[in-house]
């Protein structure tokens, strides 16, 4: 493969531990590829929207340690280079990004089914219960009773509070499946663009930016209140 194209694929995230092995090897060996690279490091952001300046000044501090020291230094400089390399891998993995903006946005729903007082019978009371499962972080068995509430009810914010039950409790596939399921805005539901935003979420957090970015997308082109918040998070995956 060119080294352009590993370099461009080091960048968009999609290098392989062999390519980036190889491409390592010929920045070691190739004078004109090296700075060349240092120009493509120029125009990347770090992850946190921190520039990458001090790395880049690292490179070339060691690429005039090479100069000075070519034969006696050159084991520690090529140990510094693959050190180098494997910090500024990390800082534009898009895995690793997107976990961050995953984490920043994710926040469970709140609960918008309020019952204060204890219910006239009880199914009530089973609603309340399932309620204060997830109010105390205990999702795993708050989505079990959203299962067993919707499964009688058919009321699909049960479905939403047991999909996002089990987003909170890391489970990301069966939630999405959950979430995925039911037809929202078929059935003209209050919570067809909430579900929508947490699908988002689930896929970014998969690191599946193309399904993300489809339902943030969704969002962004409602009148929700949340449309905003798709709006600035898609202009941070772009």
Do not use: C
């Not at 090296?34 to 952001?45: A, C, I, M, T």
């Amino acid at each position: 493969m060119k080294s352009e194209n590993l370099i461009e694929k080091y960048f968009n995230g999609s290098l392989s531990k062999e390519e980036f092995l190889e491409l390592e090897k010929r920045i070691d060996e190739d004078e004109k590829l090296r700075f060349s690279f240092y120009e493509q490091l120029e125009v990347q952001k770090a992850i946190s929207k921190i520039k990458h300046q001090p790395l880049k000044d690292r490179f070339k501090k060691l690429e005039e340690n090479q100069k000075r020291k070519r034969n006696r230094k050159w084991p520690i400089y090529a140990a510094s280079i693959a050190a180098i390399l494997t910090t500024i891998f990390l800082l534009y993995d898009p895995a690793v990004n997107n976990e961050m903006l995953f984490a920043e946005h994710f926040r469970v729903y709140p609960n918008v089914i309020l019952l204060s007082n204890r219910g006239e019978n009880n199914k009530e009371d089973f609603v309340k219960e399932a309620f204060l499962l997830y109010e105390t972080k205990n999702y795993k068995k708050a989505s079990d009773a959203f299962n067993k509430l919707y499964s009688i009810s058919k009321e699909d914010y049960f479905l939403f509070y047991q999909g996002i039950s089990l987003l909170a409790d890391n489970n990301f596939q069966k939630g999405i499946d959950v979430l995925e399921n039911y037809n929202w805005e078929k059935n003209n539901s209050d919570f067809t663009q909430k579900a929508n935003w947490y699908l988002g979420l689930a896929y970014l957090k998969q690191n599946k930016l193309l399904i993300s970015k489809s339902y943030f997308n969704k969002v962004a082109n409602s009148n929700d209140d949340i449309a905003p918040q798709a709006i600035l998070l898609l202009k941070e995956l772009n």
